[in-house]
């Protein structure tokens, strides 16, 4: 019998760019073992479309995927929050979030770049691959054997490397 799967929340502030870049990679990559979701504590109300034409690139899904807030998760039980934007980290979380394990994943805002259309589309991929090599380290990790704050350690430890 296999054990229920981890449900891992990605927060960002948004929830337009990042954070869905994050729930749909952890969903194709670790079926079966671990279930994202996405929210934002000061969500956009709309995914970036930059976003969803990356996952697309990637043969990732593009549908489904909302901007919104984490009270939408209320209810649900949240094993892993990761933040992954640096105005989300010092947040205080919903208190039904108070017993996941928490990391800090911080990246660049990819919405936030101006230029050409070859280079928004740059600064999405990077975000993409910098979250796809983080994303396969964390499904490395034995989560069945390591203690909370061994968990916690090693999520900030993937988040503090450089992409």
């Keep these: 019998m296999n ?3 981890l449900n891992v929340l990605v ?4 929830n337009s760019c990042r954070s869905i870049l994050g729930e749909a990679l952890i969903n194709r990559l670790g079926a079966g073992h671990f279930r994202a979701f996405s929210a934002g504590s000061h ?3 709309r995914v970036n479309p930059n976003a969803l034409a990356t996952l697309a690139r990637h043969g990732l899904p593009t549908e489904g995927y909302a901007s919104k ?5 209320e209810g649900t ?3 892993i929050l990761i933040t992954v934007c640096d105005s989300a980290a010092g947040e205080a ?3 039904y979030l108070g017993s996941a394990v928490r990391g800090h994943w911080g990246l660049p805002d990819p919405a936030r770049v101006a230029g ?3 280079t928004i589309e740059a600064a999405f991929e990077a975000t993409y691959v910098a979250l796809e090599k983080r994303i ?3 499904l490395a990790l034995p989560v069945e054997t390591l203690s909370r704050s061994e968990l916690t350690e090693a999520i900030n430890r993937i988040g503090a490397e450089t992409h």
């Design 3 to 5: 054990p229920r799967p």
């Design 11 to 14: 927060l960002c502030t948004g």
């Design 43 to 45: 969500p956009t109300g």
């Design 69 to 73: 807030s984490w009270d939408a998760l």
């Design 77 to 79: 039980r949240i094993d």
């Design 93 to 95: 979380c919903p208190v």
């Design 116 to 118: 050409s259309p070859e």
């Design 136 to 138: 396969r380290q964390l």
